[in-house]
């Protein structure tokens, strides 16, 4: 099968199965996102949602939160993974906001690059989430089911190559919500080392691309 056909099948499956979906993190503003996408890192969004209420009462917006110091901050987010380098970041990426934005999160992709504790997976969930942009942001999940549905190639052995050839074969007016289809398809069903591929409904044209994805024999 050619890829091109591939990519047909695979999103016309997940256009008629999620055709609404967005991100399963809990926040009431784009600064909340932003928090809450940082806390995400390497740790699940059930755990990040359940310790963003209790923070967010303290700290709602920039302005609060950088008038705090890294250990109050801490004491809310200490359940995450990497604590203490998660609360530095915060409350460094709150005062930036405050000191060159009036406390308001960018849309540009450099300059949200250029916060503490933002990365490009992170400024990429910005930009799709928050500003309705046509990003891709790839994390473990969207790398593994690109690979292992073989929408990617093994060269692509970086999020970024994944992330550019994703946005090359996907509809500009798709990319986003794909980011959220591969997400949960590999959160939910193609799991990293024990996939239920028996109640995937695309195993029929799946390639089980087995190598670097700790797919269990």
Avoid at 28 to 38: E, M, N, P, T
Avoid at 50 to 64: C, G, I, K, N, Y
Avoid at 111 to 128: D, I, S
């Amino acid at each position: 099968m050619k890829r091109e056909e591939r990519y047909k099948i695979v999103l016309a499956h997940f256009r008629k199965e999620m055709p609404e979906v967005t991100t399963e993190l809990e926040f009431g503003s784009v600064f909340q996102l932003l928090v809450a996408v940082i806390l995400s890192a390497q740790c699940t969004d059930k755990r990040v949602n359940q310790v963003t209420p209790e923070l967010f009462r303290h700290f709602p917006d920039a302005r609060s939160m950088a008038q705090a110091n890294d250990d109050e901050v801490l004491e809310y987010v200490k359940s995450v993974s990497y604590p203490n380098s998660k609360a530095k970041h915060l409350v460094e990426m709150s005062r930036m906001l405050m000191e060159r934005y009036d406390g308001e999160v960018p849309s540009d992709m450099n300059l949200l690059l250029e916060l503490p504790g933002v990365g490009r997976k992170t400024a990429n969930v910005m930009q799709a989430v928050a500003f309705g942009q046509s990003a891709m942001p790839v994390d473990t999940h969207v790398y593994r089911v690109s690979h292992r549905l073989g929408l990617v190639s093994k060269t692509d052995n970086t999020p970024f190559k994944v992330e550019q050839t994703l946005k090359k074969n996907i509809p500009e007016a798709d990319v986003a919500l794909a980011h959220h289809w591969l997400l949960l398809h590999g959160r939910y069903v193609c799991t990293s080392r024990k996939p239920h591929c028996e109640k995937c409904e695309l195993a029929a044209l799946c390639p089980k691309q087995l190598e670097g994805s700790r797919l269990d024999h």
